[in-house]
């Protein structure tokens, strides 16, 4: 019967910790933190904390890692709606899907987003964002890769990857709930595949010609 209290106490324990955690690093940022802090506050010792996690990234990953979990299932069944883009169409569509599963993802676990994307700076997590951008560059090669001149495109997919990717970021840093964010997605979305389109029916006009 002790060991089973114990247990009891022990997960009582990591979700005091967690949330403790959450409060700290969403208002210091990960640099800034303090496990000290995050120790009072949770009405226990540093030591605590250090029984659970190796240090503070680990426990700062740790309340991260729903949101690179969910966002990897999410790329991963949306890879072949990208593979099997064939026209601007397919591409703005598919884009679209992609837009409104971020952002279901994003305010399913808003705190955990707000810390992968907005204070992470410090911390492993914080490579998060360049790898999501790299990857999202590479499916754009893939699909302009039989244009012509598409090896200039490459420094200029880099850019337009990077901006379409940190509206998500803008629009936790500026706080959105997600009515007014899904309303301001939206309008960015159709601005942004607008200029996509754009681009891609050029491309294939130099193709024909």
Known sequence: CG??????????MDSILADSAMREFLTCGFNDASLRRIADAAGTTTGSIYMRYANKDRLFCSLTECIVEETEKAFEELKPLY??????????????????????ILFEHYDAATLLLCKSEGSSASAFFA??????????????????????????LDILVTVQFDMYRQILKNGYREPEARRCMELLMKFMNAGWTSLADELMEERRN
Request: aromatic share 6%; glycine share 2%.
């Open 131 to 156: 790898e999501l951008v790299q990857r999202k560059v590479q499916e754009s090669e893939a699909f302009f890769s039989g244009f012509p001149n598409s090896e200039d495109l490459k420094h200029t």
């Open 83 to 104: 593979a099997a883009c064939k026209t601007p169409d397919d591409l703005v569509k598919a884009a679209e899907a992609e837009s409104d599963r971020i952002l279901r």
């Open 3 to 12: 060991e089973i209290i114990m247990a009891v106490k022990n997960r009582k």
